[in-house]
């Protein structure tokens, strides 16, 4: 019944070895979100996509790209991932323009850097 | 910027009701979210709020607004052990792109016995 998928759940990785986290979704959304949670902090938009159309955030850092192939899923990619990158990454996806805008959120994937 | 700000943390007794508070910051915000995180999970959405309404019940759910201070309240009532959790208030931006959430600090939550 999971809506939006994240995987793999954990992922660890070396430091600059590039790593690329994973994201579907079963609801047809229009809108698929990044979000980067580093612990004890609230999740932090990095960008999002409206269908094709790739909207990143001023203060994404270049290392962070993302992909989206099909409605169906979308990636996070990390070309260089560094300590400070250890984080949960979460995936959202809405709809747009229905109702109450709510995002639906998928488990997360929890990044860790050695 | 400014943030949307919530008090860190709050412990309460089960059975208890649990109030936790959000200051939010843009007045433009037509919806109003409560967020629930359990350890290591995602984002579970627990209710909303329109803004042009001041409150909203749901079951043990209700929540306030009050626009003009821009404050935000959830309020639990008879908290049990499985409420224990961050909860994030969140406001939304609507952009023509998509609409944009912008979180609140998160406020833990701990029921205890």
């Known amino acids: 019944d999971a809506m939006v998928i994240q995987n793999p759940r954990y992922q660890v990785t070396q430091f600059g070895k590039p790593v690329t986290l994973s994201c579907s979704q079963t609801?047809?959304?229009?809108?698929m979100y990044w979000y980067q949670q580093k612990s004890s902090q609230a999740p932090k938009l990095l960008f999002h996509?409206?269908?094709?159309?790739?909207?990143n955030e001023a203060d994404t850092p270049d290392n962070f790209q993302s992909r989206r192939p099909n409605t169906s899923f979308c990636f996070l990619d990390i070309r260089s991932p560094g300590l400070g990158d250890a984080a949960m990454y979460l995936c959202?996806?809405?709809?747009?323009?229905?109702?109450?805008?709510?995002?639906?959120f998928g488990a997360g994937t929890r990044l860790s850097v050695l | 910027g400014e943030d949307v700000e919530q008090s860190l943390f709050l412990s309460v007794r089960e059975g208890d009701s649990s109030v936790i508070n959000c200051t939010y910051t843009?007045?433009?915000?037509?919806?109003l979210y409560w967020y629930k995180q359990e350890p290591g999970a995602g984002l579970q959405l627990l209710t909303y709020?329109?803004?042009?309404?001041d409150m909203k019940q749901d079951q043990r759910l209700t929540v306030l607004l009050n626009k003009k201070d821009k404050h935000l309240s959830l309020r639990i009532a008879d908290t049990q052990t499985g409420d224990s959790a961050i909860y994030f208030c969140?406001?939304?931006?609507?952009?023509?792109?998509?609409?944009?959430?912008?979180f609140g600090t998160g406020t833990q939550l701990k029921v205890e016995l």
């Open positions: 959202a996806t809405s709809p747009v323009g229905g109702p109450k805008n709510i995002q639906y």
């Open positions: 609801l047809n959304h229009n809108v």
């Open positions: 996509y409206y269908d094709k159309d790739f909207n």
């Open positions: 843009d007045s433009s915000s037509t919806y």
């Open positions: 709020i329109f803004s042009n309404m």
């Open positions: 969140a406001e939304i931006v609507l952009t023509g792109g998509g609409n944009k959430l912008t």
